[in-house]
């Protein structure tokens, strides 16, 4: 699984307004269920064992 690449998607957020910035990160946040449901099983065994770590990057 590749996690730190860069997004085409966000390429060029120095150049959008603020409402197209948001509207993306929208959008970006719209595909992390999809990205995560083949996972969830394994997500919960992690989750069992109390050692779940999450943060935020910014993608771009």
Request: charged share 30%.
């Amino acid at each position: 699984m590749t996690t730190e690449t860069r997004n085409r998607n966000t390429m060029d957020l120095d150049s959008m307004t603020s409402l197209e910035i948001v509207r993306v990160m929208n959008r970006e946040d719209e595909a992390v269920p999809l990205a995560i449901r083949d996972h969830l099983e394994e997500i919960a065994r992690i989750a069992d064992w109390g050692r779940i770590l999450s943060g935020a990057a910014s993608a771009g």
